[in-house]
T-cell receptor, first 117, second 111 residues
Framework: ETGVTQTPRHLVMGMTNKKSLKCEQHLGHNAMYWYKQSAKKPLELMFVYNFKEQTENNSVPSRFSPECPNSSHLFLHLHTLQPEDSALYLC????????????????FGPGTRLTVL | GDSVTQMEGPVTLSEEAFLTINCTYTATGYPSLFWYVQYPGEGLQLLLKATKADDKGSNKGFEATYRKETTSFHLEKGSVQVSDSAVYFCALRSPARQLTFGSGTQLTVLP
């Protein structure tokens, strides 16, 4: 595997379920990101991790819980979601979060299409 | 705060037509500017970038010039192909801040 992978690619869950999204990067990067992509809206940055430490949480509801056990893996734990949380969830990584464009260029995974019933 | 405004789609063109997708921005300081492309079923890929005023980013026949005076970064291609059908996102990054994306423009190229 190369680049940034995400599993599952598609997920349907009820509002009372608990599920997790997984992201893995094989690029040796130190920073990882979760984004939410909804139809006809700009990408929304949710969380940023740098060297396994969370550095940014953009007022995301607590029903979304990120976990970064190491620089290569990032999870998004989901519980008691709402139908409006249905979206494409994208993971990205970059060499660092700071520095010039060469160092913080982000590489994206294919996303997990989440549907909340 | 930072923001990016790009033309709403969808845009439908015939093969070999000229493409322009407009993008304007509001930012603090001197941002870097980007165009990302998302092909069906895939994540975003960096298409091109420019880091200072008057820089021209180019890749795969696409070009965009960083215009500070008009705060714009319009994407152009002289002759589109069916394989260019995708969603295109304009984005910026101000120093010490994260990427800010536009809402995306769906491009469909017909044979």
């Amino acid at each position: 595997e190369t680049g940034v992978t995400q599993t599952p690619r598609h997920l349907v869950m009820g509002m009372t379920n608990k599920k997790s999204l997984k992201c893995e990067q094989h690029l040796g990067h130190n920073a990882m990101y979760w984004y939410k992509q909804s139809a006809k809206k700009p990408l929304e940055l949710m969380f940023v991790y740098n060297f396994k430490e969370q550095t940014e949480n953009n007022s995301v509801p607590s029903r979304f819980s990120p976990e970064c056990p190491n620089s290569s893996h990032l999870f998004l734990h989901l519980h008691t979601l709402q139908p409006e949380d249905s979206a494409l969830y994208l993971c990205a990584s970059s060499p660092r979060i700071a520095g010039g464009p060469t160092y913080n260029e982000q590489f994206f995974g294919p996303g997990t299409r989440l549907t909340v019933l | 705060g930072d923001s990016v405004t790009q033309m709403e789609g969808p845009v439908t063109l015939s093969e070999e037509a000229f493409l322009t997708i407009n993008c304007t921005y509001t930012a603090t300081g001197y941002p870097s500017l980007f165009w990302y492309v998302q092909y069906p079923g895939e994540g975003l890929q960096l298409l091109l970038k420019a880091t200072k005023a008057d820089d021209k980013g180019s890749n795969k026949g696409f070009e965009a010039t960083y215009r500070k005076e008009t705060t714009s970064f319009h994407l152009e291609k002289g002759s589109v192909q069916v394989s260019d059908s995708a969603v295109y996102f304009c984005a910026l990054r101000s120093p010490a801040r994260q990427l800010t994306f536009g809402s995306g423009t769906q491009l469909t190229v017909l044979p």
